[in-house]
């Protein structure tokens, strides 16, 4: 599995915009960078993933380099219910992978008002 | 809301004992994975079912198992349960197992062996 590394913890002010930064070096033409994050106490809920191009939906927008060794995930304005760990994945299909989702340690975001 | 629900919440069990979870999963999903999280750590993959069949399992023991129902519930079984064993239990759904498909998790068990 293509291995992602993120920075342990991030400070964010209520209102302004959360960039969350990962690295994803060894990631393989065909594996899609996902994120999820988690809530205290929460399962891991999905936010976004894409291959290549740039994605955005109603949560976030996800910005991937054109070289694909790494990606941004931007929470537009943030608030203090998106506190939590963020995960940034690389998913790999094929072989005795299956699929599964390979977790890091992530990073834990905090919002402060 | 995710549409995954995971039973019980809280689970005590001693050293030794067996346990068995549930998760029932979101409505028209036929794959299913189960997820160790222990404290401070993110979630491992345990392993994966697929229209009721295991195909794909991480770095866990036999005494690790499973089972998908037809109506795509799912179990996951512990055997001789040890300290370590204590964890939060996750379970995640998602249509297929191919790329470029969302997992939709549940809540979690959270079990405590003593």
């Known amino acids: 599995d293509a291995k992602t590394t993120q920075p342990p913890s991030m400070d964010c002010a209520e209102g302004r915009a959360a960039n969350l930064p990962c690295n994803h070096s060894t990631i393989s033409g065909n594996e899609y960078v996902y994120w999820y994050r988690q809530i205290h106490s929460q399962g891991p809920q999905y936010i976004i993933h894409?291959?290549?191009n740039n994605e955005t939906n109603e949560m976030a927008s996800l910005i991937i380099t054109e070289d694909r060794k790494s990606s941004t995930l931007i929470l537009p304005h943030a608030t203090l219910r998106d506190t939590a760990v963020y995960y940034c994945i690389v998913r790999v299909e094929g072989g005795t992978s299956y699929g599964k989702l390979t977790f890091g340690q992530g990073t834990i975001l905090t919002v402060h008002p | 809301e995710t549409g995954v629900t995971q039973s019980p919440t809280h689970l005590i069990k001693t050293r030794g004992q067996q346990v068995t979870l549930r998760c029932s999963s979101q409505?028209?999903?036929?794959?299913v994975s189960w997820y160790q999280q222990a404290l401070g750590q993110g979630p491992q993959f345990i392993f994966q079912y697929y229209r009721e069949e295991e195909n794909g399992r991480g770095n866990f023991p036999p005494r690790f198992s499973g089972l998908q129902f037809p109506n795509y519930s799912s179990e996951l079984n512990v055997n001789a349960l040890e300290l370590d064993d204590s964890a939060l239990y996750l379970c995640?759904?998602?249509?297929?197992?191919?790329?470029?498909?969302?997992?939709?998790f549940g809540q979690g068990t959270r079990l405590t062996v003593v």
């Open positions: 409505s028209g999903h036929n794959t």
């Open positions: 894409g291959l290549k």
């Open positions: 995640a759904s998602s249509l297929g197992t191919h790329l470029n498909t969302e997992a939709f």
